[in-house]
């Protein structure tokens, strides 16, 4: 299947500054991609270039197998972008009304897009309210409707969620999966990472404008972080250092320490990622020497440990020019 | 799929400013103003002309006629001048400021249609301030004394000063961020273009070699009052020399501020003051920037590669080129030569007599 967006040496600079350096980018048709990054690190670059607001320095896109024109951006992609604008003097209805006449809607096809739209984002009842008067999360939908006046295939989303209580981004995260439904395909970058992890299908890792690893959640997870790390608590404190000394010598544990909290948690980590009958044996060997084990946990690193752990060890790579291949079909690729 | 593109009916940016331009109390607060200066003055003036009556001086219903056209013409052109600027400098800088520029840029719409659906708001604000005005002008038809030549001229006048003094908002709006400088900045250029020139043709007689020389019209060509001067000064239908060329109840002469307007525009000749005609040059001078100045606007309004060449640029250029060559055509129509100062005239020689030659 065609891909929806593809960047190709996605490369852009700000004068010296390097924002985007050589991305490779590919998103298939449908899913929700969440685009992660420390600040600076080339996401709103990213999303400008391809809503066709920025002119990328060397590089080539493709949107749904089109080769990215300004034209093309603007029938192909509704942006939504970071800190985004309302008119404050205008009606519900009249904000939507001015974006699908600037895209060439009129006549009943106008008011029946306006109409779809705040059901859609459920402002169907504030219609004749002014936009300044609406919530935060209100605006926030608002504008996320009208980026989809031209009924675009591709949404961009710069931080949707940023700023919005608990419930709103309940309410968000239902209209994203809608949108997604609908058979659009969305890309959202959003620093709630958590966030990004209920409602993606998969994600990408940007840091100093370079892909740091990028695929379908599930098999970045597992690919990463599976089994990386155990957590071991012991029923009697005399025997840690039994634990310690056993697990020190398992050829598979990089590090092991006890928690500062409570001298009866142990945290392993562990070089490679251990499967379970690996981790049985591990738990067998302590049971057989004699620690009494209360309690093993081998646990996955959470999308904010791996975003954490990926950008650290860009920042310590940083200078080398080994390239990366970024890919979102059914392999999952890091940078390394 | 996405939906086809097709390109707006109506220009989108003025279907949203003509519903939100009379909203909130400001636009009535402005209306209320403009309305109450214009009353007031054309009440002053009468009571000005009435006062000249009493004290003596022949009034007649045309001279009231007038002096109120003249003053309200004025007042209104002061208005404009100090409005436009406004209205039009937070278009495009007002949109960066309110962050919602990347979402109109990220539309089919260009920033030429952006630029045109600002300004074309602004002036129609403007408009209603002129028809509005109306029935306060209508009062110099109680007393008669104006052309329609006139009139003409003065609407033509007023519309195209709209026109320039909005532009230069415009302008200033795509080149600054912000609203506040791009307003300080359109007012620097308007008081450079309104200001400036009368002060310098007010001290030009002191500076120029040899002294005492009038100032040249070219000085004044971008004035919107010395055009207005220009164009509501009655010349005399007859050449009376005796006859001063101002009425002394024409209130530009006599109130001391209001007749710095009228230096460089009258100079004075042997054969008695000649007006010059320097609205004509004011007229297509403002339309030559409206153009040259939205040309630039639309390329500063861009995000990113705002000097390279586009299609858009020729319809500019040709339009640009159509004034430039209607001026060249009527070269001597727009270009005003002014009478050479009498004192400066070299006097005519002397007959001297030939005496015959003795014969031998």
């Given at each position: ?336 | ?164 003094f909005g532009t230069i908002g415009l302008f200033c709006s795509s080149l600054f961020g912000r609203t506040t ?24 007689p002191q500076f120029s070699n040899p002294m005492g020389q009038s100032p040249p019209p070219w000085l004044l ?140």
């Amino acid at each position: 299947m065609t891909l929806a967006i593809e960047t190709i040496d996605l490369t852009h600079r700000y004068k010296k500054l390097v924002a985007l350096d050589r991305l490779h980018l590919r998103v298939e048709q449908g899913c929700i991609y969440g685009f992660i990054g420390p600040n600076g690190a080339g996401k709103t670059t990213t999303l400008r270039i391809l809503a066709g607001l920025l002119t990328p320095t060397k590089g080539e896109v493709r949107l749904l197998g089109e080769r990215l024109t300004t034209r093309a951006a603007q029938r192909l992609v509704g942006y939504m972008p970071d800190f985004f604008g309302v008119y404050d003097d205008l009606r519900v209805w009249e904000y939507l009304d001015f974006f699908a006449r600037c895209y060439g809607l009129r006549g009943a096809r106008l008011r029946q897009v306006v109409d779809e739209l705040l059901d859609l984002v459920d402002l169907a009842g504030k219609r004749d309210a002014f936009v300044q008067t609406l919530s935060r999360g209100m605006q926030q939908r608002l504008c996320l409707a009208h980026a989809l006046v031209h009924d675009p295939p591709i949404l961009l989303l710069d931080e949707p969620a940023s700023g919005l209580d608990p419930r709103a981004r309940v309410e968000l995260r239902e209209l994203l999966r809608t949108l997604r439904d609908m058979g659009k395909t969305i890309m959202l970058s959003s620093h709630i990472l958590s966030e990004l992890a209920e409602v993606c299908d998969a994600i990408g890792i940007i840091d100093h404008g370079r892909m740091v690893i990028s695929g379908p959640l599930a098999e970045v997870q597992q690919q990463i972080a599976t089994g990386a790390r155990a957590r071991l608590r012991i029923a009697r404190e005399s025997d840690v250092v039994l634990a310690l000394a056993l697990l020190q010598r398992q050829p598979l544990v990089s590090a092991v320490g006890a928690a500062p909290a409570d001298p009866r948690s142990l945290v392993i980590d562990f070089s490679e990622p251990l499967d379970e009958e690996q981790c049985a044996a591990i738990l067998a060997e302590l049971v057989k020497a004699g620690v009494a084990v209360s309690e093993f946990s081998a646990r996955s690193e959470n999308l904010e440990e791996l975003f954490l752990r990926l950008t650290a060890s860009v920042g310590q790579l940083d200078g080398q020019a080994a390239a990366v291949g970024a890919n979102a079909g059914n392999t999952a690729s890091v940078r390394r | 799929m996405a939906t086809q593109i097709r390109g707006p009916l109506l220009n989108p940016i003025l279907v949203r400013e003509a519903r939100t331009r009379m909203r909130g109390f400001r636009p009535y607060l402005i209306l209320t103003i403009f309305l109450l200066l214009l009353i007031l003055s054309a009440f002053g003036i009468y009571q000005y002309m009435v006062f000249q009556a009493r004290t003596g001086m022949v009034v007649l219903s045309s001279h009231i006629g007038q002096a109120l056209f003249r003053g309200l013409a004025f007042t209104e052109m002061f208005f404009i001048v100090l409005v436009a600027p406004i209205l039009t400098s937070g278009a495009i800088s007002g949109e960066r400021e309110r962050l919602t520029y990347d979402m109109l840029l990220a539309t089919p719409l260009r920033p030429g249609q952006m630029l045109a659906g600002k300004l074309i708001g602004a002036l129609s604000y403007l408009l209603l301030l002129i028809v509005a005005s109306i029935p306060v002008f209508s009062t110099v038809l109680i007393f008669g004394g104006v052309e329609l030549r006139t009139l003409v001229w003065v609407i033509l006048l007023l519309g195209s000063a709209a026109l320039f003094f909005g532009t230069i908002g415009l302008f200033c709006s795509s080149l600054f961020g912000r609203t506040t400088p791009a307003t300080i900045a359109s007012y620097v250029v308007v008081l450079i273009l309104c200001g400036v020139p009368l002060l310098i043709a007010s001290i030009w007689p002191q500076f120029s070699n040899p002294m005492g020389q009038s100032p040249p019209p070219w000085l004044l060509y971008l004035n919107p009052f010395s055009a207005i001067v220009a164009v509501t000064t009655v010349t005399p239908t007859t050449a009376q020399p005796d006859v001063p060329f101002f009425s002394p109840s024409d209130p530009f002469m006599v109130v001391p501020f209001l007749s710095q307007f009228s230096v460089g525009v009258v100079r004075y000749a042997p054969e008695g003051p000649v007006l010059m005609p320097v609205y004509r040059a004011t007229l297509l001078g403002f339309w030559l920037g409206t153009f040259v100045l939205l040309w630039f606007s639309s390329h500063l309004a861009l995000p990113a590669r705002r000097w390279r060449p586009r299609w858009s640029d020729l319809g500019f250029i040709a339009v640009i080129g159509a004034i430039a060559l209607f001026i060249w055509m009527r070269i001597e129509w727009w270009w005003i030569v002014p009478p050479v100062d009498p004192w400066l005239m070299p006097p005519e020689p002397m007959p001297v007599p030939i005496e015959p030659a003795p014969l031998p």
